[in-house]
């Protein structure tokens, strides 16, 4: 019986389990968990002042803004790095 091989012009990459749960891929997980469940747990209304206005918002909504903000800048620079 023949075994079939992907190519690796096909994209498709074989790993392990072990590859796909580095140190840092765990770390970077929990990372996440724990602010998620730290911008979920603050609910209250807050004044945010944007430049000028003043606005009132759920700082849940502030905090995901914020670290959404962060990390497509930190996805920004590591990608100019690497080039």
Known sequence: MRQKT???ESGVRGGS???MFTPG???????AVLALVFIFENTQE???RVLVPVV???LWAALLA?????ALF????????RC
């Open 6 to 8: 992907k190519s690796p």
């Open 25 to 31: 891929r765990i770390a970077a997980l929990v990372l």
């Open 17 to 19: 389990r072990r590859e």
């Open 56 to 58: 009132t918002m759920p």
């Open 66 to 70: 914020t670290g959404l903000i962060g």
């Open 46 to 48: 807050t004044e945010i």
């Open 74 to 81: 930190g996805a920004f620079f590591l990608t100019r790095r």
